[in-house]
């Protein structure tokens, strides 16, 4: 879903699909994240049976109900990245 426009014609982070948000987050801004994404990225197809952007709204639901519980999945869901988790572990 895209939202709003920049003033300067730049595209804005409210603008970009999740998936191009994500791979800019994790390409540039916290690469350290990257191998993160992916899992996760990934785990979402893998139990899609397929591409999870593929699925209905209620399918995609579904998926993620049964994520709620995977580390790296609520890892992608926190706001920092798990980054506070992980100062508070050392990691």
Do not use: K
Request: avoid cysteine; glycine fraction near 10%.
């Amino acid at each position: 879903m895209l939202i709003g426009a920049a003033a300067n014609g730049r595209t804005t982070n409210a603008e970009m699909p999740a998936t191009q948000l994500w791979s800019q987050v994790a390409g540039t801004e916290r690469p350290h994240w990257a191998d993160r994404v992916l899992v996760v990225l990934d785990l979402l197809d893998r139990r899609s049976g397929g591409r999870f952007g593929d699925l209905d709204a209620d399918a995609r639901l579904a998926v993620i109900e049964t994520l709620l519980d995977d580390p790296d999945y609520v890892w992608f869901l926190s706001p920092s990245g798990g980054s506070d988790r992980a100062a508070r572990d050392g990691g």
